[in-house]
Structures are given as structure tokens and as C-alpha cells.
């Protein structure tokens, strides 16, 4: 049963592969049904398969299957190989069944759109990659499977690409994440030179035999990888592009700028994590990016109009929480998170994406209002997701997910009280501007009228995910003592001073105290709201957050603007310069020879006789 | 008697003349190996103008239906009127 792991990567493939050759010739619900049916294939034998690793474990509780051999070049040998272990499969399970019920989603939402069949191919082409990605055995195909995922990312952004603004941020998105790409890749090469292998599980074992603690190639190449997955999980520095990658049909963000792609940067690092253990500068650098990714991005969604960029910026903040417990040696807590945001970051993005269909693509969440009643399914599940994602206690997953982190930078070996109160103030946020986002779009007068309400293949998908959203956080003894096969325990190193109940207890209380204050911001009293942006300073910090802290006001003037400077100045090629004036040379000299041709044959004769005169002239006298 | 037919063949624009200049000029060619064979004693200035005879013979059959030729096409024999193949 294990054996039939192939399967899992290949059929999305294959469907891609079937719906880009023939996709125009099949009908809606034919594309659909391959589109769909194809994940949902996959899903099941992801689960067929998780049922035979957890009942009969493999040696070494790991199994790997080497389909071929890619390329085979003086010693250099990657093949192409799945690699399951705890984590892996963990992953891949989340991926193919979230992936499965957003593509049922959007089998109903992208209905009306041209492109239908394009849509899917592109879809299954992103959950084929994810999954090689995931599987791989080596750091070669991981690179591919990273690359095909940020291929996809990059069409579907641009999906509706009649709209040059979309094909705008398709183009920021690849560019951006393409800088951590190419750190990524020097990663690569610097292990390849100095270890001799790009097989991960050899190369992690070669690492920690050859490398001691703290030794410059572990710092540099976990500094490279760490760019890699700053660059795709959109961290600090490079957040900038996945608040535009909005741009894409919605389905397209709850899945991939949301719940799976932008999360293989913390796949990558609890993959290699050996290389993070060696270089605890690395590792402490993941915490602090990390860290101030979270407090960022929570201040920038406070201040977001549009409904999906909130949410964008709230994926931002929840996986720098991810990236802070990478840092301080929390791994499991990392992956629980990842699995819990999958489920609740999905559904909001659907229920977003259901709002915004009712009303007929309107994105400002100051021109919604009042949905409750209107659209109640939405409503609760929104508020599911929404409360997971804010931390209610005690029966939300996003609450045990993220407080297991929080607690954990303060008791975890790396951890320090400086990361716990930022996942204290992030957890604060994260309260308010999930609440502020619930109260504007379902409290209050009606904005605007509701037009389309969702069928059944929307909403069945919501409620399942609404459901995981709450019941996920029972995962977590399981799912921990599972993942610890794969990933090193996390060492408890800070006793005292606090207690995971304590830290429990305050996070509990800053949910509350950001829900109260939503509260009076957002539905008690609006007008508060404006006079808190009314003054100077307010109005300063607003604009300043609005525009992601001016990230993309530097990275205009430090690289585009000179880019474009060099590009213009250099519009006329100066190396074609040359060779234009060859040709400009040699142009003259034909005409001046041409007018000589007056097809008068004395003047010919006569030029004859000049020359002969001439030639014998210097025969004689020379 | 060279530069003479070159002359001719420069200043007349008539092709009957041109082509008179031309045989002038032959003629002073010939004059020259026929003289330089009979300064030196050997035969050959006297072989190499009798081939000129029979080249300039023939040329002027060629020349002559050329001009012909010309004539009945362009009603004249103004060499500098026939300036088509002008660059």
C-alpha cells in the first residue's frame, strides 16, 4: 500500500498534464470533474497511505522510494525519489486534502469565469509540485517542486490577465521570491561542493559529522536557505509580494498564499534543521525574522481596506509565528501551527472569497456591513476560522497551536523573553484585526446588498473546514508525539518564572482585551476609530503601516527606480552604437562610388586611359 | 598616332567615330610591334600584327551590328544620350 506513494504526486500531474492538452475541447464539468477528481484521488491514497505508515511504521520510520535516476554526471546523482517520513507526511496530508476541498470550492466559484479548464490545469500543476516538493528525497527535485510551486503561484496570480495590474504583482511576486531563490541555490551549491551529496537524510547526517557546532559552512549555507525561505514564505525582508499576489481569484490565495506554498519555507527549515542545530546564529536569526515579521505584519492588517489583503497580512504575521518557533528549537510547535493555520486561513479565505462573490466584487470592508443575517453560513464559519485564528480558548485550534509556540519561547533552549512578549503583542493583534475585520464585514447597518448566495459545493466545503478549525487543536498530543520520529524534541531549557498555564492565561486575556477593543473601534463606536487616525500622529502611523512600512517605497527607489534609470539611459545600445556606424560607413562609400556609374561611357574610357597612364607612370618612375 | 585615336575616342561623341578611334588606336598598337620587330630583327612584331588584323576585323563586324543594332533601337548614335545604366 505504502508503494503506491508514486501515485500521489503523479496524478495531479497527469491531470494538468490531460487538462493544458485537451483542457479546451472538454466541457465545465468535465475539466471539473479531472480537476477535482484528481486531488481527490490523491488525497485518498495520501490517506491510504498515512494508514499503512501509522499501522505497520517502515524501519527507521522512514520509507523511500527511488523511481529513477535523474541525471548521473560524474558522481553527481540526483534521483528522482520520494522521501516519507513523519513530517513529510504530515505535510502532504494537510496539502492534499485542504487542496482537495478548495478545488470543490472553486469548482463552484471560477464557474463563470473563461478559463475554466485553464484554471484547474494550473491548480493541479501547483498541488503536483507542492507535493514533489514535499516528497523529495533530494534537494534537486525539492528545488524543482519549489520552483514549479512558485511557477504556478506566478500564473495564477495573473490568472485574470486582461487586468495589466494583475499581471503586475504575478510579475512582483516571481521577481521578488526569485531573490530568495537564488540564495537558495548558492545554498545548494555550497553544500554539494563541500559535502559531496544532495541526498537530504546523507547530507544531514554528513553535516553533523564533519561540521562542528557553530561552524562557518553550517552559518552559511542555513543563512542561504534561510533567504530561500524568507524569499517563498514571504518574511521580513521580502514580505512585499504576498499582500499584492491578492490579485489572483481567491480560491488560488486560501490555497496557495495561504495555506500550503508559502508555508514550504518552514518545511524547508524543520527539513534541514541539523544545519539550523549547527549554526545557532542561524537559527537564532530564523527568531528574530520571524518575530518582527509578526509584530509587522499584525500592525499592517490593522489598517488594510481590502478584505483579502488583511487576510494577507494576517498568512504574513501567523507564519512568522511559524519562523519563531523554528528559531527557538520549537519544531513540532511549528508544524502544529502549520496544520491548525492551514485549516482556519483556508476557510477564511473561502469565506472571503463567498463574501466578496455575494457582493459582487466588492473588497472594502468599510462598505460591508451587516451580513449576519444575510449570509449566515459564511457568518459562523468566518467566525469559526476567526476565532481560531484569534486564539478563543480552549476550543479552538489556533488557540493551542499558537499558545504552544508562544509558551515555548519562553521555556524553549533558544527562546528569550524578549520573543514571548512579541508573540504576546502579535497574539494581541491578531485579535484585534481579526475581530475589527469581523465587526465591520457581519455587524452594523447593511452596506452593500447581497446579490449571489453560494451553493452547496461552496458552502460543504466551508463547514468541513470549520469544523477542523475548531477540532484540530485536539490533534495536538497525537500529532506531536507522531512528529517526534522526524524532528528533534524540543528542549526545555527556562523553568520558572512562568507557567504554561500562566502563559496561557495571558494570552487568553490579550484575546479578550483585543476583541473588547475591536469592539469599541469597530462596532460601538466608530467614530472613535476616525479620531484615532484624525490626528497628525495617528494619521501618520496609519499611512505608514497602510503602506506596509514602506517596504515597497524603498525597494521602488533602491532597485527598480535605478534599474529602470539604467534601462532607460541605455535605451539606444551603446554596443550597437558601433556597429550601426559600420553600417552607416559603408553606406556612404556606396553612394559616393555608385554616382560615380553616370553610364556615360567616355567618362568610363576616359577613366580607363587615366589609369592605365597612371599605373604605367609609376611602373616607369617608381 | 595612339594618343591621336585617344583623343578621338574621348572627344567624339558619334559611335561611328568612336569606333574609327578605335581602329586608329589598333593600328598604332600594331605599328609599334611591327617596328619594334624590325629593331631587333626578329618576326614575331610582324606575326602579332597580322593577329591584330584579324581581331580588329572581327571587332568591327561586332561593332558595326552593334551600332546598327543601337540605332534602330534609339534613332541615334550619341553615345552620351545612351546613359541608362546610369548608378
Known amino acids: 500500500m505504502i508503494s503506491w506513494m508514486w501515485l500521489i504526486p503523479a496524478l495531479p500531474f497527469a491531470s494538468a498534464l490531460l487538462l493544458v492538452l485537451f483542457g479546451t475541447r472538454f466541457s465545465r464539468r468535465a475539466a471539473a470533474a479531472v480537476g477535482v477528481g484528481s486531488i481527490g484521488l490523491s488525497a485518498l491514497v495520501t490517506i491510504l497511505v498515512a494508514a499503512s505508515f501509522l499501522s505497520a511504521p517502515p524501519a527507521g520510520n522512514s520509507y523511500t522510494q527511488v523511481l529513477w535516476t535523474w541525471i548521473n554526471v560524474a558522481g553527481f546523482e540526483p534521483q528522482i525519489g520520494l522521501y516519507l517520513d513523519a513530517l513529510s507526511l504530515v505535510m502532504v496530508l494537510v496539502v492534499t486534502f485542504v487542496g482537495f476541498l478548495i478545488h470543490i470550492y472553486s469548482a463552484e466559484f471560477m464557474i463563470e469565469d473563461e478559463g475554466y479548464s485553464r484554471f484547474f490545469a494550473y491548480m493541479n500543476l501547483f498541488v503536483a509540485s507542492m507535493i514533489t516538493l514535499l516528497l523529495a528525497n533530494n534537494l534537486l527535485l525539492l528545488l524543482l517542486g519549489w520552483e514549479g510551486v512558485g511557477l504556478c503561484s506566478y500564473l495564477l496570480i495573473g490568472f485574470w490577465y486582461r487586468d495589466p495590474a494583475n499581471g503586475r504583482a504575478a510579475r512582483k511576486a516571481f521577481i521578488v521570491t526569485r531573490v530568495g531563490d537564488s540564495a537558495m541555490m548558492l545554498a545548494l551549491f555550497l553544500l554539494f561542493t563541500s559535502l559531496g551529496t544532495l541526498q537530504i537524510q546523507d547530507l544531514m547526517q554528513r553535516a553533523s559529522e564533519q561540521w562542528h557546532l557553530g561552524s562557518t559552512y553550517a552559518l552559511a549555507a542555513a543563512l542561504l536557505l534561510l533567504g530561500g525561505a524568507v524569499g517563498k514564505s514571504a518574511q521580513l525582508p521580502l514580505q512585499v509580494w504576498l499582500p499584492d499576489a491578492m490579485a489572483g481569484p481567491t480560491p488560488t490565495s486560501a490555497l496557495i498564499h495561504a495555506a500550503t506554498m508559502v508555508t514550504a519555507g518552514v518545511y524547508l527549515i524543520a527539513r534541514t534543521h541539523v ?348 | 598616332m595612339f594618343s591621336l585615336g585617344l583623343t578621338g575616342l574621348l572627344v567624339r561623341r558619334n559611335l561611328i567615330f568612336v569606333l574609327m578611334s578605335l581602329e586608329v588606336m589598333l593600328n598604332a598598337a600594331g605599328l609599334a610591334f611591327v617596328v619594334a620587330g624590325s629593331r631587333w630583327h626578329q618576326a614575331d612584331g610582324q606575326v602579332v600584327f597580322l593577329f591584330i588584323l584579324a581581331m580588329a576585323a572581327s571587332e568591327v563586324a561586332v561593332g558595326l551590328a552593334l551600332v546598327l543594332q543601337i540605332y534602330r533601337r534609339f534613332k541615334t548614335l550619341d553615345v552620351d544620350a545612351l546613359s541608362a545604366m546610369r548608378g
Not at chain 1, 312 to 336: E, K, N, P
Request: aromatic share 16%; net charge neutral.
Open chain 1, 275 to 622: 544545519l539550523f542545530s549547527l549554526a545557532p546564529a542561524a537559527q537564532l536569526a530564523v527568531a528574530v525574522v520571524g518575530a518582527a515579521t509578526l509584530l509587522l505584519a499584525g500592525f499592517s492588517a490593522l489598517t488594510q481596506h481590502d478584505i483579502k489583503r488583511v487576510l494577507a497580512y494576517s498568512t504574513v504575521s501567523q507564519i512568522g509565528y511559524m519562523f519563531l518557533a523554528l528559531g527557538v528549537g520549537a519544531w513540532q510547535a511549528a508544524l502544529f501551527h502549520f496544520v491548525t493555520h492551514a485549516f482556519f486561513k483556508a476557510l477564511l479565505f473561502l469565506g472571503a472569497g463567498v463574501i466578496i462573490e455575494a457582493l459582487h466584487d466588492e473588497h472594502s470592508i468599510f462598505k460591508m456591513g451587516g451580513l449576519r443575517k444575510e449570509m449566515p453560513v459564511a457568518f459562523w464559519t468566518f467566525v469559526m476560522a476567526g476565532c481560531s485564528l484569534a486564539g478563543l480558548p480552549f476550543i479552538t485550534a489556533g488557540f493551542f497551536s499558537k499558545d504552544l509556540i508562544i509558551w515555548e519561547t519562553w521555556s524553549a533552549q533558544g527562546g528569550h523573553p524578549a520573543f514571548w512578549v512579541a508573540g504576546m503583542v502579535g497574539a494581541l493583534l491578531t485579535s484585534l484585526y481579526t475581530f475589527r475585520l469581523i465587526f465591520r464585514v457581519f455587524f452594523g447597518p447593511l452596506g452593500t446588498p447581497v446579490t449571489k448566495r453560494p451553493g452547496y459545493a461552496m458552502t460543504i466545503p466551508l463547514g468541513i473546514l470549520a469544523f477542523l478549525a475548531i477540532v484540530g487543536g485536539y490533534l495536538k498530543e497525537p500529532l506531536l508525539g507522531f512528529l517526534h520520529s522526524a524532528l528533534p524534541e524540543t528542549i526545555e531549557a527556562r523553568v520558572g518564572g512562568l507557567t504554561e498555564t500562566g502563559s496561557e492565561a495571558i494570552a487568553g486575556l490579550l484575546f479578550l482585551v483585543g476583541l473588547y477593543f475591536a469592539y469599541l473601534f469597530h462596532l460601538q463606536k466608530r467614530n472613535l476609530a476616525d479620531s484615532l487616525v484624525a490626528n497628525p500622529v495617528g494619521r501618520a502611523l496609519h499611512q505608514w503601516w497602510f503602506a506596509d512600512w514602506g517596504f515597497d517605497w524603498i525597494y521602488d527607489k533602491a532597485f527598480v527606480q535605478p534599474f529602470t534609470w539604467v534601462a532607460n539611459v541605455n535605451k539606444s545600445d551603446f554596443v550597437d552604437g558601433f556597429y550601426t556606424g559600420v553600417a552607416r560607413l559603408t553606406e556612404l562609400f556606396y553612394r559616393g562610388l555608385s554616382s560615380t556609374q553616370t553610364g556615360r561611357v567616355r567618362w568610363y574610357a576616359a577613366g580607363m586611359a587615366a589609369g592605365s597612364v597612371l599605373f604605367v607612370a609609376m611602373v616607369l618612375f617608381l
